[in-house]
């Protein structure tokens, strides 16, 4: 029978895609130091994805931007790359492993566990995977956007983001749809109000308007 384990990662983070990953191990090539990706170090976690990627039977990746995340709702679109990354898994798996939450819309016999990553090798080398792609498409877009610290949080809410997105304000890659960026575009240190127009009445009783800047 062909398991096939599935989990994604960066569900909280503020920017960037989730991205998620779909493993179907080989059962005669065991391998030593699989556990939640969430437990293990950075370097560990690179260190055991060649050997996922070189000994599984199958694997496969998938993410879904920020903009469709904004569209559908996070859980929907952690289903999306999970079911983007499973379409890729040839031949198709005879049963499904995932952490937390089924694939309803997937006709293929599956169990959801409770903090699977931790109690399936299968969902653990999934995370494992889905965290080190979606960690080097950070590293990348740190590239393109370094006042975010984004090498570092990794997008999440973190006080140095927070503070970035105070100052900066959002990018177009930020998800709008949380509240920590949504909220951003209205107290950015560089955000800009035109004058507004102040009514007054004078002393013959006429009305005037006066522009009320906008404290800098």
Not at 47 to 61: D, F, K, N, S, T
């Amino acid at each position: 029978m062909r398991i096939c384990g599935l989990d994604e990662a960066g569900r909280g983070s503020l920017f960037g895609p989730v991205v998620a990953a779909a493993v179907v191990l080989n059962p005669r090539r065991r391998i030593v130091g699989l556990d939640d990706s969430k437990k293990l170090t950075a370097d560990r976690r690179v260190e055991l994805a060649p050997r996922i990627r070189e000994h599984a039977l199958a694997w496969a990746v998938a993410e879904i931007d920020a903009s469709r995340i904004d569209a559908w709702n996070i859980h929907q679109a952690s289903r999306q790359a999970m079911m983007a990354a499973l379409a890729n898994i040839r031949p198709a798996p005879d049963y499904l492993l995932l952490d937390a939450f089924g694939l309803p819309d997937v006709q293929i016999e599956q169990k959801a566990l409770i903090h699977g990553d931790a109690r399936s090798v299968s969902i653990a080398a999934a995370s494992i995977l889905a965290k080190v792609e979606r960690d080097r498409l950070m590293d990348d877009f740190d590239q393109l956007y370094p006042q975010y610290g984004l090498a570092t949080n990794r997008g999440y809410g973190t006080p140095d983001h927070l503070e970035a997105l105070r100052r900066y304000g959002p990018t177009p890659l930020h998800r709008f749809s949380y509240a920590p960026v949504r909220e951003s575009m209205c107290w950015a240190v560089n955000a800009t109000q035109e004058a507004l127009p102040l009514a007054v009445d004078d002393a013959a009783g006429a009305t005037t308007s006066l522009p009320i800047a906008e404290p800098s």
